[in-house]
């Protein structure tokens, strides 16, 4: 009977960190097969993280997650930093964080090695960063920083000048 017990306890321990701990932790749940599937790629200060659709480099502290695949099928995952949570979307339905939307009071342009991006500020001191769709990239691409995670603009803005985006759709089926 103490074995039984001891198996349950443990399965109810399991279940809550790799089921339900995620899906409080991040509200748009957590993907474990592309989160694993992520590779690191450590530099003399930074590393380089390559997930299925894009590579970066950051510092070397961060840690990619991916969340899932959102309503109109843009990629939705985040980086955690020292700093915080740095949420990032990529897909036809990413935030441009234009001025007239309810998010940006301000927004700033700025040419970043090969690409244009956009900088939005609002008033509670978050900041969104919109790559439009360019070059290799399939769809746009955003960033949103809340107000103590926008200590990482410096490094993502360094990040995007090595960004290299991936075929978003790898559809490669093998020939029976």
């Known amino acids: ?3 039984v017990r001891r198996s349950v306890l443990w399965f109810s321990i399991i279940v809550v960190f790799i089921y339900l701990l995620p899906k ?14 992520t590779k690191y790629i450590a ?30 099928g843009e990629a939705v995952g985040s980086f955690i930093t020292k700093y915080g949570l740095l949420k990032y979307e990529y897909g036809m339905f990413s935030s441009t964080y234009n001025i007239d939307s309810i998010f940006v009071f301000k ?23 919109y790559i439009p769709k360019q070059h290799e990239m399939e769809w746009p691409f955003s960033f949103f920083m809340s107000q103590p995670c ?19 759709y790898n559809i490669s089926r093998k020939q029976e």
């Open 150 to 168: 926008k200590d990482n603009k410096a490094d993502i803005i360094e990040g995007i000048k090595h960004m290299k985006f991936k075929k978003f």
């Open 24 to 37: 409080l932790v991040f509200e748009e749940g957590f993907n474990y097969r592309e989160t694993l599937s």
């Open 1 to 3: 009977m103490k074995k």
């Open 43 to 72: 530099e003399d200060t930074t590393k380089i993280i390559s997930t299925q659709h894009f590579i970066i480099e950051t510092p070397k502290d961060w840690f990619h997650i991916f969340h899932c695949y959102g309503e109109e």
């Open 107 to 129: 927004r700033d342009s700025l040419i970043v090695n090969r690409f244009e991006i956009f900088i939005g500020h609002n008033n509670t001191n978050e900041i969104g960063i």
